[in-house]
């Protein structure tokens, strides 16, 4: 059975550094981007990393420089270290994978971790 296996999120004084993971078990990536999206209160889901299966990955400009992802293939899964810290990077941290399947890929979402981030 697929399972998407997440990392705790946790709470960080600003200037902090958090690491999140999203592991998938009982199957393997597809050659279609993963992806890391925030949710801050009242707003809607904010894409903040692009991981395609080979090649550079792309940031929003509000985490440029401070958030770094990376997907191991071999592994089934995605990390993403977050770094300098700042109370508005306070939000539900919700990863998006793409699973092999004989037809068609499938999209997988986490169920979010929240991280808070004081001041």
């Known amino acids: 059975q697929v399972r998407l296996v997440e990392s705790e999120g946790g709470s960080v004084p600003a200037g902090g550094s958090l690491t999140l993971s999203c592991v998938l078990n009982g199957g393997t990536f597809s050659s279609e981007p993963a992806e890391w999206y925030r949710q801050l209160p009242g707003r809607q889901r904010d894409l903040i990393a692009n991981?395609?299966?080979?090649?550079?990955?792309t940031y929003a400009d509000s985490v440029k420089g401070r958030f770094s992802a990376s997907r191991d293939n071999a592994k089934s899964a995605v990390y993403l270290q977050l770094d300098k810290l700042k109370p508005e990077d306070t939000a539900v941290y919700i990863c998006k994978v793409s699973i092999a399947n004989p037809y068609r890929p499938v999209i997988y979402w986490g169920q979010g971790r929240q991280v808070t981030v004081s001041s």
């Open positions: 991981l395609p299966a080979t090649g550079a990955t």
